[in-house]
């Protein structure tokens, strides 16, 4: 189950028949920041918005149920899209991948996808580069690799900007507290930010 808006995203899921997985996700101000610094405040916090939000009572019994040390707080972090696309993604013989590259909002549960498809993506990069034509010594392999990270940048560039922006974006929709923004979401987004959904995730990063 996921619930969101009102300046708020939450949700569950079931882990097994035991242990439920649940998030709460909200921008604090200043004076709520005290909250993250205790566990008990934080459960006392989120249990006052879900109440006011008027949540189902099951989904609140599991916040209630939930012991003091579960509840963990830490800042969504994301990379400001478009310097992705004049900033450098490789550099010589270095290059980033996975969080390092693309770190962005848990919106669209394609972090660790997006990792693995840098790293298919940089293997075919760098082997391709490796095998054509002579070593040359030191020097060549050196070229070589710069050139394979190179191309790497480029086949990853776009997909990652569009990774980062659509989950930014979907992010603020969705935790909107603006009833005009809440109004065009139900009404007229869902569909659409469901489409988005399904496309980013449908990807194809070709073969080793």
Known sequence: MQYFGEGIRTGLVPCNERIIYWFFTW??????KEVEESPLKMKQYILSK????????EFIHVIEISELSDPVSAPLRYR????????????????????AFHPMTPDLGQGGCSAL????????????????GH???AKGEY?????GLEQYARERRWRSFQLITTAYVLGRIQQSASAIMGYLRDKWLSG????????RADFDCGKL
Do not use: Y
């Open 80 to 99: 400001w899209p478009f310097s992705l696309l004049w900033g450098d993604i490789s550099k010589g013989n270095a290059c980033v991948a996975g969080d």
């Open 143 to 147: 070229h070589k690799i710069k050139k």
């Open 50 to 57: 879900l109440k006011h939000s008027k949540m189902p009572k």
């Open 117 to 132: 498809e840098d790293s298919i993506v940089l293997a075919r990069c760098l082997g391709e580069a490796l095998l054509r």
């Open 27 to 32: 921008t604090p101000s200043e004076q709520e």
């Open 135 to 137: 070593s040359g010594g």
């Open 192 to 199: 659409t930010m469901s489409r988005l959904l399904l496309e």
